[in-house]
């Protein structure tokens, strides 16, 4: 069931080649938590694997990875406005949304072509043109790894913030999502907040509008800044925006006026980070193979497949010209292992 030495470079998008020491393939809860239960006893570290569209591998992974296969949609609620849908772990997240979008579900269309699996969306509250997994969540089953437990969290227990949950925070490595419920409408229930969005959704009347043609528009804009990952490697925006204190923006907004910026209230104000990196001069730059995409500075690209360390390298680098440039810190998006 464990095989040992095994190269993690299909699994991962931006094509890293690294090994684990031990790799399983799960389809069911019983061989979950037989393979869970070897790690404790061996003592080993696990590294959970959906669709590896969110992680850097910077080295060999001193334990187990599992790739986690554990599939199936089902309706477990409906009333006249909304369904509750619950999808394992597993289900390809695109394919969830086009299954939404068949049954003229409103909620996921404008997270529509988001690399991975179900399973890891609420490990980062993934979110794109202007809504994110908390809209839709109900609540999730996961596995304690340290006990073996299922134990359910609803919307409130994940601690949902900006690209952040619980489970990058205080529950870290301490469970394996085998499962989320989503509640979405049956209604007509729309977000078209972005520019663009709005400006390539304009001809059809509101009245008409229906999720696929939501999900329509966003995959077009997307697939128009963001490389495919079977061609270009790459983990989508490898930087979170900046937040910082309406101090410092005030400062950088006298020398910069034209500087994109989101107001966030007491909690300060949102930088575009692609904005910065492009600024600082990184668009479609790089070092040691690896780039920053010619369309979207954001976006960290492997077109050679380079190493972790070379990842790393030019992250660090985009990093240092950015406080040199701004005095802003860029904190890195993908989950860094080992
Ligand atoms: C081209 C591209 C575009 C992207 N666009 C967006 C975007 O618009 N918005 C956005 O938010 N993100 C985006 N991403 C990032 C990424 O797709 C999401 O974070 C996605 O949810 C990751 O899913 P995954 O299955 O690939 O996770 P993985 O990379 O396999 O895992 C990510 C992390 O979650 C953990 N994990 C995975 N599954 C489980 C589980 N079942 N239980 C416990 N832990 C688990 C892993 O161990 C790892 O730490 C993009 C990525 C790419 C490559």
Redesign the pocket.
Known sequence: MLTPNYNLQP????SISAQAKFFATVSNLPSLLDVVSTARKKKLP??????????VLTDNFPGIAIK?N?MGRELVKETDECVWLRAG??EN?HELVNHCLSHHYWGLEN?S?????????????????GV??KDVFYELE?VQISTGDTVVFNKDACQFGY?DSI??GRLK?Q????SITLKLCKTPKHTVVYPALAAALKAIPEASLTPADVSTAVCAI?RSK????EEIP????FFKNPLISHALYSTLQRSHPTMPAYDQGAAGVKLAAGWLIEQAGWKGKGMGGVLMHKHQAL?LTNPKRASGAAVLKLAQAVCTSVVERFGVELEI???V?P
């Open positions: 699994f991962n998008t931006l696990l590294l959970l694997l959906g669709g590896g569209s969110n992680i986690l554990l772990a597993g997240w997270l072509l988001i690399p991975g699996c179900a399973g890891a969306a609420p490990i980062q509250n993934i979110g794109a043109y994110e997994l996961a690209r489970f990058k490595d469970f394996i999502i085998t997307r963001l490389p495919a990952v790459n983990a989508g925006s976006v998006e993908p989950r292992y």
